[in-house]
């Protein structure tokens, strides 16, 4: 059966037509929709973990058992998954451990741009790169077969590009694979040092095959033109850029295309690379195959010519490899609204963020959450984002070095001293590695403020349950993880934790100013849920605030709360009634009062 697929929906499929037993993820994009397409099938036990580390170990110990797993994670999720990949590494498998890894070449939807090829080359696992949504189907069920085959987890590496854009595929039926026996072997599976000595010479055998069979599979083959006088060595979607940058010349260029690029096939790169004149290797990012070329005393042209930021795309290379300017983009008569990167109306966000940005003496250590947007105008609360949970733990540094600084006479001086330091955190991020860091905070006596803006859902990568949400990720009903339980559990003295509506500016304003003033670890938890959950939506279908003009008189304080339903516009506050909920933020900052809500809302 024939369907359009995405990579992600393709993955999803593949995993279900191997045979997968289990499967666990954080979401992350561009990864998120491969789980949520994984959960549609109920021969999976499919789950989000709190975080990706979590979720590699619950895949980790179900291949142990003898199940076929998978975990799935954008590129950074490796990051803090890295601890048990690598020790799987040494471990091995019993059934099929399939990591699903998620670039983001482009920096579309993340906080770095990072080529995770590295990871399998530092981990000496086998990788797979799929270049359609046909081959991320094939792919990753071939990638179980290789895990059990090599005993070795098995690195999938896509990116945004292959995640997102749809391709026909050819569907198949799930293939029911029976559970591995699993056999006590503590020489395998417990890596103390002895252990893990034994098991490090036996990766070094495990490599050799690979090589060898890197060299002499499907995965990775030689296209020949009708011409020798260019190839092109490439992986993924360059594979498919690189060939319609070259269409025009009537099949007279010859490609290797790799599909396993770890271990590289370095027999298969030298044979290819003698019979062309020039030679071209094409990759997003790092120039991970084009230093193994040149290692290898085989001359190339790579990114010399290409540039190491951002996606590739025909043009580009077109441009790059064959002289010429690129191309201009495709342009149409319409043009698109813009979307400012802004909290949206209603965000649950907004009224926390609004009473933080009184405070000039203060620093926000922001994480990664929509809360993120408040670091714009006019809000522009947060100063700083480094990666989940950092918010809490970088705070802890932030106050260690100001309260340094706090004894030097330069840090006297006018607009110099920060006198607090607040962190801000989703509940999900939270859950992710935020518990930790309070932990610390609390053992350490730093006094940092900590806003936890639970907006009762995964908001920013699509609405993905978490531990606060009650349901998991089939929409079952299950335990509802306590913040305030969780705060107090870890130290955090209970007069010391508040709940607060955000909605409500004057019962917000004043908890910031107790936990300004507090010389004790601090924390804050809003409980309003996110605006486009749908049951939200629906409940204030029919709320929306309006303007008296008789009584509005200019002034835009409204403006300041940074609502994107505001407008200012032939000199009159205007509220964009399709996209306001009522939320009465702007209200509450009126002086003449001449905001008010229509209807009313109950979530």
């Known amino acids: 059966m024939k369907e359009i697929m995405t990579g992600n929906e393709a993955i999803a499929r593949g995993a279900w037509e191997a045979g997968c037993h289990v499967a666990a993820a954080y979401p992350g994009t561009p990864s998120s929709e491969i789980l949520e397409n994984v959960a549609r099938y109920g021969e999976i036990d499919a789950e989000w973990s709190t975080n990706e580390k979590v979720a590699v170990e619950v895949a980790s110990g179900a291949a142990l058992g003898g199940a076929r797993a998978l975990a799935a994670m954008k590129h950074v999720g490796l990051n803090v998954a890295a601890d048990p990949l690598f020790t799987m590494s040494y471990i091995g498998s019993n ?33 797979l790169e799929p270049s359609d949504s046909q081959e991320c189907l094939d792919f990753t069920k071939d990638a179980f077969e290789l895990s059990e085959r090599f005993d070795a987890p098995l690195l999938f590496r896509v990116t945004t590009r292959i995640c997102h854009s749809k391709s026909i595929v050819e569907t198949g039926e799930r293939g029911e ?61 360059s594979y498919q850029h690189a060939r319609e940058a070259w269409s025009d010349m009537g099949g007279r260029v010859s490609f290797l295309k790799l599909g396993l690029t770890w271990p590289l096939p370095g027999d298969l790169i030298a044979k290819f690379a003698s019979e062309v004149e020039t030679l071209y290797v094409i990759e997003e990012n790092e120039p991970y195959i084009e230093n193994f070329v040149r290692r290898n005393g085989i001359e190339c042209a790579g990114m010399e010519l290409l540039p190491a930021i951002g996606e590739l795309n025909a043009g580009i290379i077109r441009a790059a490899m064959r002289g010429g300017e690129t191309p201009a983009p495709y342009k149409t008569d319409i043009t ?63 106050r260690k070095a100001f309260s340094r600084a706090g004894a030097r006479e330069d840090a006297r001086k006018e607009g110099k001293k920060i006198n607090k330091v607040f962190g801000m955190i989703g509940d999900s991020t939270f ?30 990568t699509g609405h993905q349950e978490n531990p606060g949400t009650g349901r998991t990720i089939r929409g079952e009903t299950t335990e509802t993880v306590d913040l305030t339980a969780i705060c107090t559990a870890c130290g955090v003295k209970p007069e010391n934790v508040r709940k607060i509506d955000p909605y409500n500016l004057a019962e ?28 939200v939506q629906r409940k204030r279908a029919n709320v929306r605030c309006e303007v008296d003009d008789k009584l509005c008189v200019k002034c835009k304080a409204c403006m300041r709360v940074g609502c994107p339903a505001l407008a200012f516009r032939d000199g009159r506050i205007e509220i964009d009634g399709s996209s306001c909920n009522g939320c009465t933020i702007c209200a509450q900052v009126c002086p003449r009062h001449a905001i008010s809500q229509a209807g009313e809302f109950n979530d």
């Open 95 to 127: 059934g099929g451990l399939v990591i699903v890894t998620a670039d983001d070449p482009g920096f579309f939807s993340s906080q770095n741009e990072q080529d995770n090829r590295w990871y399998a080359m530092h981990a000496k696992i086998p990788m």
């Open 177 to 237: 694979v029976p559970i591995k026996p699993y056999d006590k072997n503590p020489g395998k599976c417990v890596m103390q040092p002895s252990a893990a000595m034994v098991r490090r010479r036996l990766m070094e055998e495990r490599e050799a095959k690979l090589r060898a069979f890197s060299n002499d599979c499907k995965f990775n083959r030689i296209e020949w033109g009708s011409e020798r006088h260019i190839g092109v060595i490439t992986s993924g979607v």
């Open 336 to 398: 698109a609204p813009p979307r400012p990167p802004v909290l949206c109306p209603g965000c649950s966000h907004r009224g926390i963020a609004f009473a933080l940005s009184k405070y000039k003496d203060i620093l926000v250590s922001g994480d990664i959450g929509c809360y993120t947007l408040s670091v714009m105008p006019p809000l522009s609360v947060i100063d700083s984002v480094i990666c989940m949970g950092a918010s809490v733990s970088a705070g802890i540094g932030f």
């Open 431 to 460: 859950f992710h590695s935020g518990i930790t860091g309070l932990i610390d905070a609390v053992v350490n006596r730093s006094a940092i403020a900590l806003c936890i803006v639970d907006n009762r859902i995964t908001a920013m």
């Open 508 to 535: 917000t304003e004043k908890a910031v100013k107790d936990a300004y003033d507090s010389d004790e670890i601090f924390v804050l938890i809003t409980t309003r849920p996110c605006a486009l959950i749908k049951d």
